[in-house]
């Protein structure tokens, strides 16, 4: 049994899968099996990922499995496809890739068995680990954190110094004072625990990995951070709709983001995950609000305005509410 499980899943976008891939059969620690899963890319392009998995199963043997999953028009989803991989996997531990994706560190997986292995030693069983990632945006790096790439600095901060390893054993309070969640490129979780939690909600297609994230630290006993850069992220171009994220509209994300918010706060246990679900909310809805106010779609900008004046009321939004409402009546008279 190997202690790492690599999934993959892809859609249509072979050349892409194809780096994705070698950036993982570039690291350093062979402990591991690749599992791909192609949610029902085009019959055009099962011949180009055929060419790419042969020659990667040529190098790799028995620990590289390939999945294909029955055509449909929008695919399965990602929360689908990774779930199907992971109850595929015969790892330990589960990691994940996008396929659009890479690897940018070849020394990720070995730090983290070492980090594992040595809290196992001691007795200590690691739920979940996480790592930090760079985002590229046509090329370049984008400036500041993205995901959690201040926790480090926000722990030294606080006196708190790293192990042997390097490494931080983190709680909620450290991970929501981050101000951002772990991408599923740099989350590696405990295949049984990941399944104890449930996995990816399949029935949410946007922000599934955020949705995630928070039920692991709901229920997570040990969780540990390496600041390590591990992997590059790459920011999709608006104008190109080749992923999920530019094929929906800024609305539709918005509306996503309400779902995973809510189901959030209902069901989570921790009331600091619950809080931090409700603030999230009150930030969705004015998104929306502020969205219909730019289409001058005032009677539903006003009802989502006064949604989340009535979650989080403060004074700025207060006269913004106000303001759409006013505009609403004004479009109303002019009928």
Same mark, same amino acid.
């Given at each position: 049994?190997?202690?790492?499980?690599? +999934?993959?899943?892809?859609?249509?976008?072979?050349?892409?899968? /194809?780096? /994705?891939?070698? *950036?993982?059969?570039?690291?350093?620690?062979?402990?591991?099996?690749?599992?791909?899963?192609?949610?029902?890319?085009?019959?055009? *392009?099962?011949?180009?990922? %055929?060419?790419?998995?042969?020659?990667?199963?040529? =190098?790799?043997?028995?620990?590289?499995?390939?999945?294909?999953?029955?055509?449909?028009?929008?695919?399965?989803?990602?929360?689908?496809?990774?779930?199907?991989?992971?109850?595929?996997?015969?790892?330990?531990? +589960?990691?994940?890739?996008?396929?659009?994706?890479?690897?940018?560190?070849?020394?990720?997986?070995?730090?983290?068995?070492?980090?594992?292995?040595?809290?196992?030693?001691?007795?200590?069983?690691?739920?979940?680990?996480?790592?930090?990632?760079?985002?590229?945006?046509?090329?370049?790096? $984008?400036?500041? *954190?993205?995901?959690?790439?201040?926790?480090? &600095?926000?722990?030294?901060?606080?006196?708190?110094?790293?192990?042997?390893?390097?490494?931080?054993?983190?709680?909620? %309070?450290?991970?929501? &004072?981050?101000?951002?969640?772990?991408?599923?490129?740099?989350?590696?979780?405990?295949?049984?625990?990941?399944?104890?939690? @449930? @996995?990816?909600?399949?029935?949410?297609?946007?922000?599934?990995?955020?949705? $995630?994230?928070?039920? $692991?630290?709901?229920?997570?006993?040990?969780?540990?951070?390496?600041?390590?850069?591990?992997?590059?992220?790459?920011?999709?171009?608006?104008?190109?709709?080749?992923?999920?994220?530019?094929?929906?509209?800024?609305?539709?994300?918005?509306?996503?983001?309400?779902?995973?918010?809510?189901?959030?706060?209902? &069901?989570?246990?921790?009331?600091?995950?619950?809080?931090?679900? =409700?603030?999230?909310? +009150?930030?969705?809805?004015? =998104?929306?609000?502020?969205?219909?106010?730019?289409?001058?779609?005032? =009677?539903?900008?006003?009802?989502?305005?006064?949604?989340?004046?009535?979650?989080?009321?403060?004074?700025?939004?207060?006269?913004?509410? %106000?303001?759409?409402?006013?505009?609403?009546?004004?479009?109303?008279?002019?009928?």
């Amino acid at each position: 049994m190997p202690l790492f499980s690599i +999934v993959i899943a892809t859609r249509d976008r072979a050349e892409l899968f /194809a780096a /994705a891939l070698d *950036s993982v059969m570039a690291q350093d620690f062979d402990d591991t099996e690749i599992v791909v899963v192609n949610d029902g890319s085009k019959p055009e *392009s099962l011949p180009v990922y %055929a060419a790419i998995l042969d020659r990667a199963q040529a =190098r790799l043997g028995s620990r590289l499995r390939r999945f294909q999953l029955v055509r449909r028009a929008k695919g399965h989803g990602s929360s689908y496809s990774l779930n199907y991989g992971v109850e595929q996997a015969r790892g330990d531990y +589960v990691c994940f890739l996008d396929d659009d994706d890479l690897w940018t560190d070849s020394g990720h997986l070995g730090r983290s068995a070492q980090v594992i292995l040595h809290q196992r030693q001691a007795g200590r069983m690691v739920d979940v680990y996480m790592a930090n990632q760079a985002a590229f945006r046509a090329g370049q790096r $984008l400036a500041g *954190s993205v995901w959690i790439e201040a926790l480090e &600095g926000q722990l030294r901060a606080r006196g708190r110094t790293p192990d042997a390893d390097g490494a931080h054993a983190v709680d909620i %309070a450290d991970l929501l &004072g981050s101000g951002g969640f772990c991408h599923l490129n740099t989350l590696t979780v405990r295949r049984d625990f990941f399944l104890q939690v @449930g @996995g990816l909600d399949e029935s949410i297609r946007w922000e599934n990995d955020r949705e $995630l994230f928070m039920r $692991l630290l709901d229920k997570a006993a040990l969780m540990i951070h390496h600041p390590a850069l591990t992997a590059r992220h790459h920011v999709p171009d608006p104008a190109a709709g080749t992923s999920l994220t530019t094929a929906l509209s800024p609305l539709d994300r918005r509306l996503w983001q309400l779902r995973v918010m809510d189901k959030c706060t209902l &069901g989570l246990h921790d009331p600091r995950l619950r809080a931090h679900a =409700r603030l999230h909310k +009150v930030y969705a809805l004015k =998104r929306i609000a502020e969205e219909l106010a730019l289409q001058k779609a005032w =009677r539903t900008a006003s009802f989502y305005a006064l949604e989340a004046l009535a979650a989080g009321p403060t004074v700025k939004w207060a006269l913004f509410t %106000a303001y759409c409402g006013l505009r609403r009546l004004v479009q109303r008279g002019a009928r």
